[in-house]
């Protein structure tokens, strides 16, 4: 079903999107070889729309690397890559560093994802307010509400996009119980074989629910339901991240230091595109901002 899915977007977009140049040049908007880094968390949405984009412009190569948002900006501002996809945009006291080093950079939001946390199938405590979440991260609570049984906390990776964003939620260092694995699938396999667990992972894993490999997935754990500021609980969904219900909605930015006429370039504005846009209704999330902002850098 996901191919067919993908092989209707390529034939969709493919006449919506343009035609090829025949200037036979190594670097375009639509031809070259590219490599770009991304949190793996947003694997699922940039390996799909790489799919599609590459389908329609066979002369395109995209080198997808699936790592941490923190290797991810390392590798922009070490000159790595020129092209990454992460849950946040560069801080100011970043930028100063990307200014020395005479680095220019496009920043835009190309969709809305969130931060979800799973639990074992055999797990009752499926229902946490944010406080208590606060309290479980940090350390200063250490059993589950329901069972008393002692909490194991497990993220996808070590400083990914999940990781950062909940850890500057809470405003201090993780508590003793706070672990990490190497990727998604390691954190759904862990939360599985350990049922007092608390898995967190990004929503775009599980919100494509066309594709085989999720609809397994969601046999796999329950979702657990967090306390929004309406104190009703709300779960991640395209309509409860779209519309904020859903305390721990997050954007994905893209951001890039290509040129304007190459293959990074090109990418970004197809994802930022109304044809691109539609790889988010398949996918299930929210919308991006579509207006980018850019930053120029100069040495002084």
């Not at 020395?100 to 639990?119: G, L, P, Y």
């Amino acid at each position: 079903m996901k191919k067919l899915v993908i092989l209707s977007l390529i034939l969709v977009l493919g006449v919506q999107f343009g035609c090829n140049t025949n200037q036979q040049v190594d670097d375009t908007p639509r031809r070259g070889k590219k490599t770009m880094y991304l949190d793996e968390s947003f694997k699922p949405l940039i390996k799909t729309a790489s799919d599609v984009f590459s389908g329609i412009y066979p002369d395109a190569e995209l080198n997808l690397v699936y790592t941490s948002e923190s290797d991810a900006m390392k590798a922009l501002s070490e000159g790595t890559a020129r092209t990454i996809f992460t849950g946040r945009d560069y801080t100011d006291e970043e930028r100063k560093y990307l200014r020395s080093r005479n680095i220019t950079v496009t920043s835009e939001i190309i969709a809305h994802d969130a931060i979800t946390f799973i639990v074992n199938l055999g797990n009752t405590d499926t229902l946490l307010t944010q406080k208590q979440l606060r309290e479980f991260l940090s350390g200063k609570s250490t059993t589950w509400p329901g069972s008393q049984k002692p909490i194991e906390i497990v993220f996808d990776r070590v400083q990914s996009a999940n990781f950062n964003y909940m850890l500057n939620w809470i405003g201090t260092d993780f508590g003793k119980q706070v672990h990490a694995a190497k990727n998604t699938e390691d954190v759904i396999q862990y939360v599985q074989e350990h049922p007092n667990t608390l898995g967190v992972i990004g929503y775009n894993f599980i919100s494509d629910f066309d594709d085989a490999d999720v609809r397994a997935r969601l046999k796999k754990f329950i979702v657990v339901g967090i306390q929004g500021n309406e104190k009703s609980y709300w779960r991640p969904s395209k309509a409860n991240i779209t519309e904020k219900k859903y305390p721990f909605w997050r954007p994905i930015w893209a951001i890039n230091s290509g040129a304007p006429d190459g293959l990074n370039t090109g990418f970004v504005t197809f994802l930022n595109s109304r044809q691109g846009q539609l790889l988010l209704e398949k996918c299930e999330l929210g919308p991006g901002r579509g207006t980018p902002r850019e930053i120029n850098f100069t040495t002084e």
